[in-house]
């Protein structure tokens, strides 16, 4: 399992990700995340929710409530504009980030 701390910087790149195709809620966001990842990361329900707290305020997602005739009215988040763009400064950065660790990092075959 991958620990929370080395991955929180990118939940909100694998959220903004999944909800790049089309609307999801929390439920079925944190299942693919786990499939995605094939249990190598389990999001946190806390977690989960506080990421889509901050990118709502911050205008890269929003919500609205399903129309599906349940006893619970589910909420969806869908991705902006602005949150597109988000992401792609997230994959950059992503990139960027990735290229420094790899430069301090050893393949296991040289040790």
């Given amino acids: 399992m991958i620990s929370s ?4 910087g990118y939940n909100d790149t694998m959220i903004l990700f999944l909800l790049l195709e089309e609307p999801s809620y929390g439920y079925e ?3 693919k995340i786990r499939e995605i990842s094939e ?3 389990v999001i946190k329900e ?4 506080s990421a889509f707290s901050r990118l709502e305020k911050n205008g ?3 919500s609205f409530y399903s129309d599906e005739t349940t006893e619970k009215k589910r909420t969806y988040y869908r991705i902006t504009r602005e949150g597109l763009e988000y ?3 997230k994959c ?3 990139y960027l980030t990735r290229s420094v660790i790899d430069l301090f990092v050893r393949d296991r075959k040289e040790d």
């Fill in 46 to 49: 806390t977690t989960l929710y």
């Fill in 39 to 41: 249990g190598r990361y």
């Fill in 5 to 8: 701390d080395v991955i929180r």
């Fill in 87 to 89: 992401y792609r400064e």
């Fill in 60 to 62: 890269y997602i929003e």
């Fill in 29 to 31: 966001i944190s299942r």
């Fill in 92 to 94: 950059e950065e992503w």
